[in-house]
Structure formats: structure tokens, C-alpha cells
């Protein structure tokens, strides 16, 4: 198994611009997160998936950010418009319980520059 | 509200000396509390969690109610050991977990 699959891996845009970050959990894993990690904060949950359907969007910052879960396979991470303080790396993991049973997968990350 | 604190943003000690990378929690239940490492140029993985009571690579960490903190130690440091660590807490049965801001440790020689 290839783990957690983020893309890309790095993304340089403009300020105003849209953003759309894409995540492929381990195939049989309910439960699918995203991160944010920066040097001040660490690393914090934005939201969570579990069975496609949203559970917990209470860390996404402002409605200029939205996620989706079209199927098992498939999550994007959407900025828009994106701003410079968006910079950061946005990471993506899944689970097969979501329990402490089961640990978290992450992949490794995509590095988003807003300029 | 679940929170975790890691004071050290950088800890740096010398090989064979032992490691303290400290970790404390505030959330009113009862909390599974975990530690996850990540390597230069690999991904963010479990290192080990609380109620597995195991040493993985010679860490340990205990959990201290009384004193809400889940601290991770090792002996004797390698140069291998230095990476980001993370401590993060999930609520008892719960899924959401919360990490802290990270602890570098860097292992010199």
C-alpha cells in the first residue's frame, strides 16, 4: 500500500487565487482528517470525515476554506480566494476506526505558498 | 475544550544523554494520550501511546493525572532520535485528535 496520497506536493499561487489540495486515504479507512501545520500553532485539525460525511468542520478557519468527500477514494481541500496567511502545509491522514485503536496515517503533506 | 502544550519549541542535548521532551493536557474526562514523531524527509507517524504502556525505541512516556502531563523520556539519546515530536490527546471513545506545537529535538554529537 502506497499509505495516505497527497498532491501536489508543493503549490505556489498568488494571493486571490483559488487553491485545491487533493488527498487519497488507505483504501478501507472510515476516517479521513486534515491538518494544518505551521510554526506557530502546530498542527491543527481542520476537519474530519468519517464514512465521507463530515463530522467536525469547527477548526476550518472562514468559509473561504471548504472540503469535500466525493467518495471513499477522494478528498480535496479547497481555498478560495487563498491569502498570504494561508501559507503552510496542509496535511492529510486517515484511519480505519478513528479510535485510539487505530493510528493515524498521514501523507506527506503539500507545502502551499500563497505569495 | 481539549488542549495540549508543548513549552519547548527546541531541545538539543548531546548523544548518550538522557531525553525529556515534556507534554501536558487539559481536558476534564478521560483522555488517550499519544505521541507521534516525524523524521527529516518522512511522514508524521505513532510513536507510542499511553495506554500500550511499551517502550519503542527506547522511549517511554507515563501518564500523571495529577499532574495532566504524558512527559516522553529516553535514557540515553541517539543521533537518530532527533526529529519533530509531537504529543496529542484524543478524548476517551472520542476521534478528534489534538496535537501540540511540536518539539525539534536535535541530538548532538
Known amino acids: 500500500d502506497a499509505g495516505v496520497i497527497q498532491s501536489p506536493r508543493h503549490e505556489v499561487t498568488e494571493m486571490g487565487q483559488e487553491v485545491t489540495l487533493r488527498c487519497k486515504p488507505i483504501?478501507?479507512?472510515?476516517?479521513l482528517f486534515w491538518y494544518r501545520q505551521t510554526m506557530m500553532r502546530g498542527l491543527e485539525l481542520l476537519i474530519y470525515f468519517n464514512n465521507n460525511v463530515p463530522i467536525d468542520d469547527s477548526g476550518m478557519p472562514e468559509d473561504r476554506f471548504s472540503a469535500k468527500m466525493p467518495n471513499a477514494s477522494f478528498s480535496t481541500l479547497k481555498i478560495q480566494p487563498s491569502e498570504p496567511r494561508d501559507s503552510a502545509v496542509y496535511f492529510c491522514?486517515?484511519?480505519?476506526?478513528?479510535?485510539?485503536?487505530?493510528?493515524?496515517?498521514f501523507g506527506n503533506g503539500t507545502r502551499l505558498t500563497v505569495t | 475544550a481539549q488542549r495540549v502544550t508543548q513549552p519547548e519549541k527546541l531541545l538539543s542535548v548531546f548523544k548518550g544523554a538522557p531525553v525529556e521532551l515534556k507534554c501536558n493536557y487539559s481536558y476534564s474526562g478521560s483522555p488517550e494520550l499519544f505521541w507521534y514523531v516525524q523524521y527529516s524527509r518522512q511522514r508524521l507517524q505513532l510513536l507510542l501511546r499511553h495506554i500500550s504502556r511499551e517502550s519503542i525505541k527506547g522511549f517511554t512516556a507515563d501518564l500523571n493525572k495529577g499532574e495532566t502531563s504524558f512527559h516522553l523520556k529516553k535514557p540515553f539519546a541517539q543521533e537518530e532520535d532527533s526529529a519533530m515530536y509531537y504529543c496529542a490527546l484524543m478524548p476517551g471513545g472520542g476521534n478528534k485528535l489534538t496535537f501540540g506545537t511540536g518539539t525539534q529535538l536535535k541530538v548532538e554529537l
Open positions: 491522514a486517515s484511519s480505519s476506526s478513528g479510535t485510539g485503536d487505530s493510528p493515524l496515517h
Open positions: 483504501s478501507g479507512h472510515d476516517y
